[in-house]
């Protein structure tokens, strides 16, 4: 099992930046594939960004290349993701996931999830 708790989310005007972070803790969390999906109201959750559990392979979504710099610290079996030049529609829950194989964009292929953390941009 591993357990996956978010943090850093909060309210920020448009053009500014957060950094959320996603500690893993549990069994050889470290070597997991990471993930970010992103869910607004009454949307789909959508894929945002992974990062290989070496950290040597990311992937973006075409919305956020540019803009969210998705990195991760074995060390401290923590994943962030820096978000810069938010925008109104980046308003969302931010979920972090985990997968020891998988590694894209289908959030039915992740085997673990955190609760998520709000992230709310104003215009």
């Known amino acids: 099992q591993v357990q996956l708790v978010e943090s850093g989310g909060g309210l920020v005007q448009a053009g500014g930046s957060l950094r959320l972070s996603c500690a893993a803790s549990?069994?050889?969390?470290?070597?997991?594939?990471m993930a970010w999906f992103h869910q607004a109201p009454g949307k789909e959750r959508e894929f945002i960004a992974v990062?290989?559990?070496?950290?040597?392979?990311?992937y973006y979504a075409d919305s956020v290349k540019g803009r969210f710099t998705i990195s991760r610290d074995n060390a401290k079996n923590t994943v962030y993701l820096q978000m810069n030049g938010l925008k109104p529609e980046d308003t969302a829950v931010y979920y972090c996931?985990?997968?020891?194989?998988?590694?894209?964009?289908?959030?039915?292929?992740?085997?673990?999830w955190g609760q998520g953390t709000q992230v709310t941009v104003s215009s």
């Open positions: 996931a985990a997968d020891s194989t998988y590694w894209g964009n289908r959030k039915s292929r992740y085997s673990y």
């Open positions: 990062s290989s559990w070496s950290g040597g392979d990311t």
């Open positions: 549990g069994r050889t969390s470290s070597t997991y594939n």
